[in-house]
Protein backbone atom coordinates (compact mmCIF):
# COMPACT_ATOMS: atom_id res chain seq x y z
CA UNK A 1 0.00 0.00 0.00
CA UNK A 2 0.93 3.66 -0.68
CA UNK A 3 -0.71 6.42 0.53
CA UNK A 4 -0.65 9.79 -1.69
CA UNK A 5 -1.31 13.37 -0.42
CA UNK A 6 -1.09 16.07 -3.38
CA UNK A 7 -0.59 19.80 -2.27
CA UNK A 8 0.16 23.61 -4.29
CA UNK A 9 -2.84 24.17 -5.92
CA UNK A 10 -4.70 27.22 -6.03
CA UNK A 11 -6.08 30.38 -8.32
CA UNK A 12 -3.86 31.46 -10.43
CA UNK A 13 -4.44 34.21 -13.05
CA UNK A 14 -3.44 33.08 -16.71
CA UNK A 15 0.26 33.13 -17.59
CA UNK A 16 0.82 32.27 -13.75
CA UNK A 17 2.66 29.23 -12.46
CA UNK A 18 2.12 27.15 -9.54
CA UNK A 19 4.17 23.97 -8.59
CA UNK A 20 2.10 21.10 -7.23
CA UNK A 21 3.61 18.11 -4.59
CA UNK A 22 2.55 14.69 -4.50
CA UNK A 23 3.97 13.54 -0.96
CA UNK A 24 3.87 9.63 -0.36
CA UNK A 25 4.14 7.26 2.19
CA UNK A 26 3.76 3.38 2.85
CA UNK A 27 5.75 0.95 0.96
CA UNK A 28 9.08 2.04 -0.99
CA UNK A 29 8.83 5.16 -3.31
CA UNK A 30 11.17 4.51 -5.20
CA UNK A 31 10.50 1.73 -6.87
CA UNK A 32 6.71 3.57 -8.37
CA UNK A 33 6.13 5.19 -11.58
CA UNK A 34 4.15 7.77 -11.13
CA UNK A 35 1.81 9.84 -13.05
CA UNK A 36 -0.37 13.32 -12.71
CA UNK A 37 -3.67 13.83 -14.56
CA UNK A 38 -6.69 16.20 -13.94
CA UNK A 39 -9.98 16.18 -14.45
CA UNK A 40 -12.37 19.38 -15.27
CA UNK A 41 -16.23 19.67 -14.31
CA UNK A 42 -17.99 17.15 -16.33
CA UNK A 43 -15.48 15.82 -18.17
CA UNK A 44 -13.24 12.30 -17.81
CA UNK A 45 -9.82 12.42 -15.75
CA UNK A 46 -7.17 12.63 -18.56
CA UNK A 47 -3.65 12.05 -18.38
CA UNK A 48 -1.06 14.90 -17.54
CA UNK A 49 2.46 14.00 -17.22
CA UNK A 50 4.36 10.53 -16.46
CA UNK A 51 7.90 9.87 -14.85
CA UNK A 52 9.36 6.66 -14.43
CA UNK A 53 10.86 5.15 -10.63
CA UNK A 54 14.67 5.96 -11.77
CA UNK A 55 13.68 9.77 -12.99
CA UNK A 56 15.05 8.85 -16.36
CA UNK A 57 11.80 9.04 -18.61
CA UNK A 58 8.92 11.29 -18.44
CA UNK A 59 5.96 11.70 -20.73
CA UNK A 60 3.53 14.63 -21.44
CA UNK A 61 0.17 15.17 -22.53
CA UNK A 62 0.45 17.21 -26.19
CA UNK A 63 -1.52 20.19 -23.99
CA UNK A 64 1.18 20.54 -21.27
CA UNK A 65 4.11 19.75 -23.43
CA UNK A 66 6.87 22.69 -23.08
CA UNK A 67 4.98 24.31 -20.29
CA UNK A 68 4.78 21.63 -17.62
CA UNK A 69 7.65 19.39 -16.00
CA UNK A 70 7.11 16.45 -13.87
CA UNK A 71 10.34 15.71 -11.52
CA UNK A 72 10.77 13.83 -8.38
CA UNK A 73 12.50 13.57 -5.18
CA UNK A 74 13.09 9.78 -4.15
CA UNK A 75 14.47 10.78 -1.05
CA UNK A 76 11.90 12.92 -0.33
CA UNK A 77 9.00 10.48 -1.62
CA UNK A 78 7.76 13.24 -3.69
CA UNK A 79 6.76 13.85 -7.02
CA UNK A 80 6.09 17.19 -8.09
CA UNK A 81 4.55 19.07 -10.79
CA UNK A 82 5.74 22.33 -12.39
CA UNK A 83 3.58 24.27 -13.82
CA UNK A 84 4.01 27.16 -16.12
CA UNK A 85 1.92 29.76 -18.55
CA UNK A 86 -0.84 28.48 -16.84
CA UNK A 87 -4.25 29.11 -19.12
CA UNK A 88 -7.79 28.58 -18.27
CA UNK A 89 -8.70 25.09 -19.62
CA UNK A 90 -6.05 23.76 -17.08
CA UNK A 91 -8.34 24.33 -14.68
CA UNK A 92 -9.01 21.48 -12.91
CA UNK A 93 -8.57 19.09 -9.61
CA UNK A 94 -4.85 17.35 -10.29
CA UNK A 95 -4.68 13.61 -9.03
CA UNK A 96 -1.51 12.51 -8.73
CA UNK A 97 -0.81 8.55 -9.24
CA UNK A 98 1.42 5.17 -8.27
CA UNK A 99 2.08 1.94 -10.00
CA UNK A 100 4.48 -0.59 -8.53
CA UNK A 101 6.94 -1.59 -11.29
CA UNK A 102 10.36 -3.49 -11.22
CA UNK A 103 11.66 -1.76 -14.57
CA UNK A 104 13.10 1.66 -13.52
CA UNK A 105 12.02 3.18 -17.12
CA UNK A 106 8.92 2.30 -17.22
CA UNK A 107 5.99 4.89 -17.08
CA UNK A 108 2.51 4.68 -17.77
CA UNK A 109 -0.36 7.05 -19.21
CA UNK A 110 -3.91 5.72 -18.99
CA UNK A 111 -5.99 5.80 -15.70
CA UNK A 112 -6.42 2.07 -15.34
CA UNK A 113 -2.64 1.07 -15.27
CA UNK A 114 -2.23 3.37 -11.92
CA UNK A 115 -3.45 0.97 -8.16
CA UNK A 116 -3.14 4.45 -6.01
CA UNK A 117 -4.32 7.88 -6.24
CA UNK A 118 -4.58 11.03 -4.01
CA UNK A 119 -7.35 13.15 -3.15
CA UNK A 120 -6.97 15.43 -4.99
CA UNK A 121 -5.62 19.20 -5.41
CA UNK A 122 -7.89 22.11 -7.34
CA UNK A 123 -5.97 24.30 -9.54
CA UNK A 124 -8.09 27.00 -10.91
CA UNK A 125 -6.58 29.59 -13.78
CA UNK A 126 -8.45 32.82 -13.93
CA UNK A 127 -8.82 34.73 -17.28
Known amino acids: QVQLVESGGGLVQAGGSLRLSCAAS????????MGWFRQAPGKEREFVAA????????AYADSVKGRFTISRDNAKNTVYLQMNSLEPEDTAVYYC????????????????????WGQGTQVTVSS
Open 51 to 58: ISWSGANT
Open 26 to 33: GRTFSTFA
Open 97 to 116: AAYYERDSGAYYTKVYEYDY
